[in-house]
């Protein structure tokens, strides 16, 4: 299957799940070619955005491991073809 390069975006408005994104991110590590955070003290919301190059299987289901944990919503944009 053809890899494709592509963005996911985390909106985190439970800080408890934290050990839970980052078990799961780790397990994804050779998918993930950056990853960029920026926990807000002031706002009840933490926001994760990852750059990604995978197939789109394995793309998808990183997406939605995280975006069925409790408190966290996920969406991926990803290139036509890479």
Same mark, same amino acid.
């Given at each position: 299957?053809? +890899?494709? *390069?592509?963005?996911?975006?985390? #909106?985190?408005? &439970?800080?408890?799940?934290?050990?839970?994104?980052?078990?799961?991110?780790?397990?994804?590590? &050779?998918? *993930?070619?950056?990853?960029?955070? #920026?926990?807000?003290? &002031?706002?009840?919301?933490?926001?994760?955005?990852? *750059?990604?190059?995978?197939?789109? &299987?394995?793309?998808?289901?990183?997406?939605?491991?995280?975006?069925?944990?409790?408190?966290?919503?996920? +969406?991926?944009?990803?290139?036509?073809?890479?």
């Amino acid at each position: 299957m053809e +890899k494709r *390069i592509g963005t996911i975006t985390l #909106l985190v408005s &439970d800080r408890s799940q934290a050990a839970e994104i980052n078990q799961i991110l780790s397990a994804c590590g &050779d998918i *993930i070619l950056c990853r960029q955070g #920026l926990p807000f003290r &002031d706002r009840p919301v933490a926001v994760i955005v990852l *750059i990604v190059e995978g197939t789109s &299987d394995r793309i998808n289901a990183l997406t939605g491991r995280l975006g069925r944990l409790a408190g966290v919503e996920s +969406k991926a944009v990803l290139t036509r073809s890479a």
